[in-house]
């Protein structure tokens, strides 16, 4: 057997990529070939299994919608030739057999998008030619035959596809990502919660909430601050963690808003796990996201965790039992969110810890090998 995986930017340390990384080992120890198919290869993790670098020449003079395109025409291309049973990808391609819809559904987004902007910047999206050309590459895809299943992090994520496509319900496989529990856990409080706070310049005794996240505009830091201003507590802190290149743009709000010495912005870090363990409360008061990783975490690391209905990760929190949910952008209602368990109880924490008890690494991964093996077994003939 022979399957190709699709990755335009290929990184061994991507979500995406250690997510099936154990499934593809597996399946190679059974004698299946793997190849990865990108544009792009960081190098690590993937010398295991042969690449195809799919770069046309003329696509780094086309801007983005061209790269994107001319990436697509190449692996199409290849899935024309059969020289694969199965094709995965994780881009918006027509023809691929299986798409893992990580990054959940760009017409959803846009749409939650637009309830932030205003009636200029909802014009400038409408007529962009990228999100054109992935709006109509997603439609494209999903109701394109050779499409064979669709990898979904979430139930709300399959059904938005199964609501919005149309795609029938024994397609979509619902495979959560999985968390490491022993990578992350309660005890890094102890190891790292004095010195990391010392670091910043946060008090000891102050109560801690904490973002995980890049793109700071889709993931709510903006909502977080306005929320924060309002909360009534002026002794809670806030740890920003995540890259963003508008960061100045937020610490400037920070500071209209009287609370610069409130909140600290970390930038990209190379290791999470000392903020999860400084920390009392965290929250991502995010526009939309499928399933974030920096959930899960927190809830392994026994973090109660506020998020928004329009996060995927929603589906595990127990309201005032392991976290808190509210709406995108309502302000009022996410500063009660957080005066309610900035200072969660032991049997929070004990909740939080055990809402992802059975998402692991392991549990997704054999869920993976399973979808790939009933597809190869049953391919249709060329």
């Not at 392991?322 to 302000?331: K, P, T």
């Amino acid at each position: 057997m022979k399957l190709a995986l699709v990755r335009q930017k290929y990184t061994p340390f991507g979500g995406a990529e250690r997510f099936v990384e154990r499934a593809l080992g597996t399946l190679a120890a059974q004698g299946t070939e793997v190849t990865l198919l990108c544009r792009e290869w960081s190098g690590g993790g993937a010398g295991a299994f042969p690449i195809d670098i799919c770069d046309p020449a003329y696509a780094k003079i086309m801007g983005r919608k061209g790269r994107d395109a001319s990436f697509a025409h190449a692996v199409q291309a290849i899935i024309a030739q059969h020289r694969f049973d199965l094709v995965q990808s994780h881009e918006r391609i027509p023809g691929c057999h299986v798409f893992r819809a990580g990054d959940g559904v760009h017409a959803t987004w846009l749409e939650l998008r637009g309830r932030a902007q205003n009636a200029a910047q909802r014009f400038a999206t409408r007529i962009h030619p990228w999100h054109r050309y992935v709006l109509d590459a997603e439609a494209a895809m999903f109701r394109h035959p050779d499409l064979r299943a669709v990898i979904c992090n979430s139930r709300m994520v399959r059904d938005d596809i199964r609501q919005r496509f149309g795609v029938a319900e024994d397609r979509l496989h619902l495979i959560h990502n999985g968390v490491d529990a022993e990578h992350f856990h309660p005890g890094l409080c102890e190891e790292h919660r004095a010195e990391l706070r010392a670091q910043w310049h946060i008090p000891a005794t102050a109560p801690l909430l904490l973002f995980v996240g890049s793109g700071f505009e889709r993931k709510g830091v903006a909502t977080l601050l306005d929320a924060l201003a309002v909360m009534g507590r002026r002794d809670v802190h806030l740890l920003v963690v995540g890259k963003d290149k508008r960061q100045p743009v937020f610490a400037r709000q920070a500071a209209r808003l009287g609370l610069a010495h409130r909140v600290h912005f970390a930038g990209p870090q190379p290791d999470v796990r000392p903020f999860y363990g400084a920390a009392d409360l965290f929250c991502l008061p995010t526009l939309y996201d499928p399933f974030p990783n920096a959930a899960l975490e927190a809830l392994a690391c026994g973090l109660p965790v506020v998020t928004t209905t329009t996060c995927g990760a929603a589906e595990l929190i127990e309201p005032g039992v392991n976290g808190g949910l509210c709406e995108a952008l309502d302000v009022s209602a996410l500063a009660q969110q957080l005066a309610a368990l900035v200072e969660p109880t032991v049997e929070q924490r004990a909740a939080a810890r055990a809402s992802v008890k059975m998402l692991t690494p392991e549990n997704a991964a054999e869920r993976l090998l399973g979808l790939y093996s009933s597809l190869l077994s049953r391919r249709p003939p060329l």
